[in-house]
């Protein structure tokens, strides 16, 4: 039987179990990359494991969450990344050269690899080819020491693109497309495998901003086969001897199939406040609008910003609006300026802001209280902006600058009516990176150059907190009942005011679920244990560890939920929580407040393989809960932690 793109790749990479759809197997690992926030753990776990060096092909360590160094504590976390880098043999993207997933495809992606990465969005770069998973940072770390990495075998969908983008339709849309007919958990242990003529019509641009945000259905990663127009692209910023030529076999057999035909497409957009509340734009027309920003880690290339500066040629936009353009590459904002495109751009009204995350999660350009906020990034979870009543929309680069142009939400084919003169800014494969472009190396630091050779810990960087292997048993308060689609958003904010202790967990976690309620922190340490108890989809969004560890920290033991995100749930596993499916009575039935107790003996259950455990609420009412864990899960939950178990098997114990 023929293979799958992805089975190829896994196949190439697998050391330890079979490929078969939810088994769990062990890959090799050929690069990882890290960023600012969830990279200062990642090293200090490297620390704790006690490795000397890099064991992958390459390591990336790039700095772009929180690049305005408001106070010193984001300068110790950048300068303590850049020792680790320098140290333990990664590269180094210095602030402000750009955000992890634009600079990486830039520079290091290549097809047919495997990249594990602590941010969510790593398989951006499955646009061309390489099979890109988001993970825990604990993940990175090890898979850094020459680890495997583990993984359940997803099921593997084909989504047959058919026909052609129309005018005005874009990438983006296609990504909102699959949102809107999918849901922000219809993508949970699978991958997207993007194939037919459609997909060979997209640029290596356009695929990126798919693949980009399969993150938000919840996908385990998304990717296309690569082409002409792979290496084409490849070649324009000087790495063609990277191509490698991979499809899937014609007879592959995938496990489901989408179809969807691009020429059906218009412009899309979605509504306050989840990525899947897409609506066609007709359906908005009209909403005022006081913020525009386009650019961020989804369309932040140049060539997502080319069309906005094309259609603002000659023109300014609307006096009431503000626009402002966050590349997602020093590199985009260099070849912009090249180009002359920066100038147009400000000279019609736009604001160019560094090449970083920022306020995608909060951090400068916050909305205005109760305003319209269009963005063309990848989430717009309620708060995350930087405000609680936040109303972001998310859209394509070209939906955004016509709300600039027309100060107000409007399909830009009306738009372009009612102007006459405002043409779409399709892109030629000229107008995609040119020769000797895209080796901007100056901001970033090889091995080889490195200037330091031992970590360098200011006062901001702390310790790694580890568990007590788990004990026989638990019990405690439900110290919180929360809903569906709980983001890590909602666990460990990300805004400026808090993101500086990501190095800190003592202090971090005073934050935990605040965003819920501002008192459970405080509640969680009085208790001292207790149990989460959250409905379907818990831990949607980031990578971030910290949203186990800070909890972990606090002294809860278990997760009680419906279900669980895949990147979170791993991340519990790794810091020794146990999360716990419950059925929808249950949820319906269980208090903010009621004691809960695992009948079991749960140290005893986990070793011997039980997947129900009897929970006795109030000592009233029985249920049953489900641990869905692999062998190596259950190791991991019984040793306290993934540090711990790593540690172990590497003293042989
Ligand atoms: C995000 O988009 O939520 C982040 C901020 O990039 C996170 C990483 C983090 O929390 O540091 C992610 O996507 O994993
Ligand atoms: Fe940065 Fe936003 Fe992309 Fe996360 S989603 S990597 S915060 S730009």
């Not at 626009?323 to 751009?345: C, D, F, H, Y």
């Not at 519990?572 to 949820?587: Q, S």
């Amino acid at each position: 039987m023929g293979q799958t793109l992805t089975e190829k790749i896994l196949d190439d990479h697998l050391v330890e179990g079979e490929l078969e759809t939810g088994e769990e197997i062990g890959i090799e690992i050929d690069q990882v990359l890290t960023q600012d926030t969830t990279g200062t753990m990642v090293w200090l776990q490297f620390e704790a494991l006690d490795m000397d060096e890099v064991q992958t092909e390459l390591a990336a360590q790039y700095c772009d969450h929180q690049t305005y160094q408001f106070d010193f504590k984001n300068t110790d976390d950048h300068r303590f990344l850049r020792s680790a880098a320098g140290t333990y043999g990664a590269y180094f993207s210095r602030p402000g050269n750009g955000i992890c997933h634009q600079v990486h495809k830039e520079n290091f992606a290549a097809p047919g690899k495997t990249l594990l990465g602590s941010d969510s969005h790593t398989p951006t770069p499955g646009g061309l080819g390489e099979l890109a998973i988001g993970a825990g940072g604990l993940d990175i770390a090890v898979a850094m020491g020459g680890g495997e990495y583990y993984v359940e075998v997803p099921e593997i969908v084909n989504v047959r693109l058919e026909g052609e983008l129309p005018e005005w339709a874009t990438a983006k849309d296609v990504a909102l497309e699959m949102l809107r007919r999918l849901s922000v958990k219809g993508g949970v242990g699978k991958i997207f495998e993007y194939t037919g003529p459609g997909a060979e019509s997209l640029t290596i641009p356009e695929r990126t901003t798919i693949t980009n945000l399969g993150t938000e259905l919840g996908a385990t990663s998304s990717i296309f086969p690569t082409d002409e127009k792979t290496k084409d692209w490849l070649s324009r910023i000087g790495r063609e001897d990277e191509y490698v030529e991979l499809q899937p076999d014609e007879d592959a057999e995938y496990d489901d199939e989408i179809v969807l035909d691009l020429s059906d497409l218009e412009p899309l957009i979605a509504k306050p406040s989840m990525p899947d509340n897409v609506v066609p734009v007709s359906e908005a027309e009209g909403e005022e609008v006081e913020q525009v920003i386009l650019g961020s880690c989804t369309n932040g290339a140049y060539e997502d910003i080319l069309p906005g500066a094309k259609m603002l040629e000659g023109r300014e936009i609307a006096k009431h609006t503000e626009m402002i353009v966050a590349p997602g590459s020093k590199q985009a904002s260099e070849m912009l300026a090249r180009e002359g495109w920066t100038a147009e751009m400000m000279a019609a009204g736009v604001n160019f802001s560094e090449a970083t995350c920022g306020a995608c999660i909060g951090i400068g350009h916050v909305p205005a209280s109760d305003s319209v906020s269009l963005r063309t990034f990848n989430r717009n979870f309620e708060g995350r902006s930087g405000i609680e009543d936040d109303s972001v929309y998310l859209c394509s680069p070209e939906v955004a600058t016509a709300a600039a142009i027309k100060g107000e939400i409007v399909d830009p084919r009306d738009l372009a009516d009612e102007l006459g003169d405002l043409e779409a800014p399709g892109l030629e494969m000229g107008d995609s990176y040119s020769p000797g472009m895209g080796q901007n190396d100056s901001d970033i630091i090889s091995p080889d150059e490195a200037i330091d050779d031992e970590l360098i810990k200011g006062p901001n960087i702390g310790d790694v907190p580890l568990k007590d292997p788990l004990g026989s048993e638990i019990e405690g308060e439900a110290l919180l009942k929360m809903e569906d689609n709980i983001t890590t958003d909602h666990i460990i904010p990300a805004t400026s005011d808090i993101l500086k202790f990501r190095s800190n967990v003592p202090k971090l976690s005073e934050f935990t679920l605040s965003r819920v309620d501002d008192t459970f922190a405080e509640r969680a340490k009085q208790a001292d244990g207790g149990v989460l108890v959250a409905g379907e989809n818990y831990g949607q969004g980031s990578s971030r560890e910290h949203a186990a560890l800070c909890p972990m920290y606090l002294g809860i033991e278990a997760v009680l939920a419906q279900s669980f995100a895949r990147i979170h749930k791993a991340n519990l596993f790794n810091f020794g929580l146990v999360p716990l499916t419950i059925d929808e009575d249950t949820y319906a039935k269980i208090e903010q407040g009621d004691d809960v107790e695992i009948v079991d003996d749960v140290a005893e259950g986990i070793k011997s393989g039980k997947e129900e455990f009897t929970i006795r609420v109030n000592d009233e009412w029985e249920a049953t809960a489900q641990l869905d864990a692999s062998e190596r899960e259950r190791d991991i939950l019984s040793s306290g932690g993934k540090l711990t178990w790593t540690k172990q098997r590497a003293e042989g114990g």
